[in-house]
């Protein structure tokens, strides 16, 4: 079943090159996801993550600089109840992103 179709655009002519992955630790119990709908309203948020292990949620994000994650981190993240803390992780290169499901073939 097909979804949507998308237009893919290079970040960096939307001045948008900084990719990072945040660890965000919560204080969410388990099935309730407060905390990942409001981290899914904000425009730098591209992917929200309900992952198993010690973090609640593993979101990605695109900015324009360090400069754009700090005030992302400072005055969105720091102001959504229920976060405990964050691991971010600063992407220095991509290899390989891509959207592409694998179809299988029926033999």
Excluded: C, W
């Excluded at 309900?50 to 102001?79: C, F, H």
């Amino acid at each position: 079943m097909i979804l949507q179709y998308n237009a893919r655009i290079n970040p960096a002519a939307l001045d948008q090159k900084m990719l990072s992955f945040i660890f965000i630790k919560t204080q969410d119990i388990i099935g309730v996801q407060k905390v990942g709908l409001l981290l899914a309203e904000i425009p730098e948020v591209l992917e929200v993550h309900d992952i198993a292990g010690e973090d609640g949620y593993l979101i990605k994000v695109r900015t324009n600089d360090s400069a754009g994650l700090v005030d992302l981190m400072r005055n969105t993240l720091s102001k959504i109840e229920g976060i405990i803390s964050t691991r971010t992780t600063i992407v220095l290169e991509t290899v390989k992103e891509d959207n592409k499901l694998v179809i299988p073939s029926k033999d």
